[in-house]
């Protein structure tokens, strides 16, 4: 009986490392590719002083170019981009893996007042977007009541 098993456990050992390395090549395809699909908002923490809005927005691991920045109104847009090009072979194993992947995020903040333009100012330092927003105070009109 033992004979029997023996050769029956010689014949399934190519199917059972055919397996495992599918198993090990699927899993390891896929680990890359789940981090990219984990599309979280941005965080950001907002402060308002007297004079302007100034909000901190998270984005560490990204370069100033990877960052849009777009004024719409009332409203703030922060984007970011990123590409990622992954590319492994094993001639011992014998495989080769290739993969390419593309992320795009973006939080848009909407604020009470319209956002100028021109006075508006952003900086990027130690994966921190800082964005200060003066308040337009002169569009401010007190209504006496009659």
Known sequence: MDNNQNKRT?????????????DGFFSEAFRD????????A????????????IIHAMLPGYTRE??????????IRIGVNSSNYVEKKDDEQKYFHKQEAYRKNER?????????KKDTTAS???????????????????????
């Open 10 to 22: 010689q014949r399934s050992q190519p199917f059972t490392d055919l397996m495992s390395r599918m």
């Open 33 to 40: 590719f789940n981090t990219l699909w984990n599309n979280k």
């Open 42 to 53: 941005i965080p950001i923490e907002t402060k308002e002083t007297q004079s302007s809005i």
């Open 66 to 75: 990877q960052i849009e920045l777009e004024i719409m109104g009332r409203q």
């Open 108 to 116: 848009i903040i909407t604020l009470p007042f319209p956002i100028s």
């Open 124 to 146: 990027y330092r130690n994966g921190v977007l800082t964005i200060n927003i003066p308040k337009n105070n002169a569009d401010r009109t007190f209504l006496s009541i009659s």
